[in-house]
């Protein structure tokens, strides 16, 4: 059985929760590479909690890092396949922490990184409950090996607003996969918004961060 997820917290700026976000982070790092968005969203959002689970593995290719699931890139499925052996886990974090926070699961967003958008993405769209949006930066969206969208029409239960944000020069995951991303969640009827940061890598820029967080607080309750 998979260890339970933890990782670094925010309380809200207003002093009672009506709102949680879940940071997911990437391939190699930890739930501490993302947390500090949270600080930097407080005042849009002063009325949410935050959180940055570290990923459930040790990573394979970084010493201190964690991963979602591995990445070998000999198997052409390994995405999906790894997408899928994580979910439980992350889905029972979730439950966890909307119910010590004694929030519906409505209040919840997830904002993703690279392989946590994956993630993001994989177990939003399955929550019997649809989270209040999903932000996903510099990522993709996974699907077996040669399949359509509409091979997995059937596994998605619910259908959040998606904000895509990915640099144009992203070397590690190329932005074409943000159009790819957006046309499958277009074609699985799930609403999404994109931005495409101009001159920047595989990483997350002022102007991005601003896009999610705004996307974030027209959505999130108050």
């Known amino acids: 059985m998979a260890a339970a997820l933890d990782g670094p917290r925010l309380e809200p700026r207003s002093g009672k929760a009506r709102s949680l976000v879940v940071f997911l982070h990437g391939y190699g790092a930890d739930g501490n590479d ?22 459930p593995e040790p990573c394979g290719q970084a010493p201190v890092g964690r991963q979602w699931f591995g990445l070998t890139f000999r198997d052409p499925d390994e995405r999906w396949i790894g997408v899928n052996k994580a979910a439980p886990a992350l889905d029972a974090f979730l439950d966890a922490e909307l119910a010590r926070r004694n929030l519906p699961p409505s209040a919840l967003a997830l904002v993703g990184f690279s392989q946590g958008t994956m993630m993001s993405l994989h177990a939003g769209l399955r929550r019997a409950v649809a989270p209040a949006a999903i932000v996903g930066y510099s990522g993709m969206l996974v699907l077996p090996k040669d399949g359509p969208p509409e091979t997995v029409a059937a596994e998605i239960k619910s259908r959040p607003p998606v904000l895509l944000v990915h640099g144009d020069r992203d070397e590690l995951i190329p932005a074409q996969a943000l159009f790819h991303a957006a046309q499958g969640l277009s074609a699985l009827e799930v609403p999404v918004e994109w931005h495409l940061s101009q001159g920047v890598g595989h990483g997350i820029d002022q102007e991005g961060l601003r896009h999610g967080g705004e996307f974030l607080a027209r959505r999130l309750p108050r």
């Open 34 to 55: 993302l947390i500090d968005i949270g600080r930097a969203w407080q005042g849009l959002l002063p009325d949410t909690a935050f959180v940055s689970p570290h990923a």
